[in-house]
């Protein structure tokens, strides 16, 4: 661990919050780091002060009786509470739903993350193994009946080859441990793999341009299939064949 996760960690240790791993973890790094021992020292010191009893106050009874004279009285006391329960238990289920939105958003953010880094791989997979295709062939005839009962839904195959995208055929992958397309293009010597995911029901998504791993990742969502096309080619030209790809579907 470093200074600062162990500065985030110091109060949970002292708490005794923390499951013995991360305990050990803090532990180890301030025995050897001064200043986060300096810091657990301060918190210990400012913790003991708090819990003396030098810093209790107790109320004069001349200031206990003007505050009782101010409370109403016991009947309304009853409707109060209850008022406030009330409010306790609607902000408590507020935050349980704000939370709970936020914790799906923050899952599905890394769920994206996660499948970004797995087609990447699968491409660089298809380069080393020299596995690039399952059907070769220029003619998208041949390669979209291909996939006929490999996947739930065909896959979109179009000739880019008159715009400068020449189709090399396509294989079976592997993307989230589901089976997808993978339909290959050329663009000079630099080879587009284009990852088809089935997405029934889920609406049509405007492209993302994203970069992992000195590759770049054009990522849409059409026709209920999710689409990455990723590939070692600039930004401006991955966009290019995307935008392309898109208007051959749309002809």
């Not at 200074?3 to 025995?31: F, K, W």
């Not at 009947?75 to 008022?83: C, D, E, H, K, L």
């Not at 294989?171 to 290959?184: G, H, M, Q």
């Amino acid at each position: 661990m470093n200074c600062e996760e162990v500065t985030i960690l110091l109060h949970a240790l002292i708490d005794g919050e923390l499951d013995a791993g991360n305990a050990r973890e803090v532990e180890a790094h301030v025995e050897i780091c001064p200043n986060c021992a300096a810091q657990l020292q301060n918190f210990q010191d400012l913790r003991k002060a708090l819990m003396s009893s030098s810093l209790r106050f107790a109320a004069p009874k001349s200031l206990l009786a003007r505050i009782e004279g101010k409370l109403p009285a016991p009947g309304v006391t009853r409707a109060n509470r209850r008022s406030v329960i009330r409010s306790f238990a609607f902000g408590a289920t507020a935050s349980a739903l704000a939370a709970s939105g936020l914790l799906v958003i923050v899952m599905r953010a890394d769920d994206q993350r996660n499948i970004l880094g797995e087609v990447v791989s699968a491409h660089l997979r298809s380069l080393q193994a020299q596995h690039l295709t399952d059907v070769l062939s220029t003619d998208q005839h041949t390669v979209k009946p291909w996939f006929n009962g490999r996947l739930d839904v065909a896959p979109p195959v179009v000739d880019l080859t008159a715009q400068g995208f020449t189709l090399l055929g396509g294989r079976l992958d592997y993307v989230d441990a589901k089976p997808v397309a993978a339909i290959v293009y050329r663009r000079r010597v630099h080879v587009i793999n284009l990852f088809c995911a089935p997405a029934p029901g889920e609406a049509a998504r405007s492209a993302v341009m994203e970069s992992r791993q000195g590759f770049n990742v054009r990522h849409w969502r059409e026709n209920g299939i999710n689409l990455w096309a990723v590939s070692d080619i600039a930004a401006d030209e991955l966009e290019e064949f995307g935008e392309k790809f898109e208007a051959a579907l749309r002809q």
